[in-house]
């Protein structure tokens, strides 16, 4: 048996073996081209079974409806995004750029948006399902920004522990990380609206809000 049960997260399956971890990643990849081109309207169990190549049964063995692929695809972009981020930061550190000298933070600030403006431009999909499934309601977008803000904090934390910084308030320090994500996300919203690859001012302005107001509470 190459599937398990899964635990409540809206997939009926989690892929085990590697023949249904790629079965399930090209429905993945098929459902975000469709959203891409036709949007969450278009997105059918049938549509996505023809164009992964899959029978429409492999799809259900994984899914219950669009809605779950959706969330499904959502969830890969965050590891994806979470991953990218850590492997830019350590090789920033690995040429000497350390994240937890004075002022060294800042840099995770150009880190966290390019990479969210990168996979804004190149990964399918990413327009209608980032972080959270399509017009989810505020509460499981709330969700994915503190999801997003905990691991960002996480990513700083330690280094700047030992750089000096005082990290014993965590409450405050979780609250200014969720107010910068939330921030960032309306802002670079507002930049892919304005130009379907990102109005670069707008990008730029984020990031000075974003060094501006975590500034107050990294560099006390």
């Known amino acids: 048996m ?16 590697q023949r249904s971890a790629e079965r399930f990643a090209r429905i993945l990849d098929a459902a975000a081209a469709i959203l891409d081109e036709g949007g969450y309207e278009e997105l059918t169990t049938r549509e996505v079974a023809a164009r992964a190549g899959v029978p429409i049964g492999s799809v259900y063995r994984f899914f219950s409806n669009k809605r779950a692929m959706a969330d499904a695809l959502a969830r890969r972009n965050l590891d994806t995004y979470l991953a990218a981020v850590t492997d830019r930061l350590d090789a920033l550190d690995a040429l000497g750029a350390d994240r937890g000298a004075a002022g060294g933070w800042r840099r995770l600030i150009d880190v966290v948006v390019d990479q969210y403006v990168a996979m804004r431009r190149t ?9 959270a499934g ?7 977008n709330d969700l994915a920004n503190h999801i997003v803000a905990d691991r960002l904090r996480a990513l700083l934390i330690a280094p700047l522990g030992s750089a000096g910084v005082s990290v ?23 930049a892919f609206r304005a130009d379907p690859q990102g109005e670069a001012a707008l990008i730029a302005e984020t990031k000075v809000l974003l060094r501006a107001y975590l500034a107050g509470v990294l560099e006390p």
Not at 2 to 17: A, E, F, I, K, T
Not at 168 to 174: A, N
């Open 2 to 17: 190459d599937l398990v049960h899964s635990s409540g997260n809206g997939l009926r399956r989690v892929p085990v073996q």
């Open 123 to 131: 990964v399918p999909g990413f327009a209608l399902v980032s972080f």
């Open 134 to 140: 399509p017009a989810p309601g505020p509460a499981v």
């Open 168 to 190: 014993t308030d965590d409450r405050r320090l979780r609250t200014a990380f969720v107010v910068g994500v939330e921030a960032a996300d309306a802002l670079l919203k507002m």
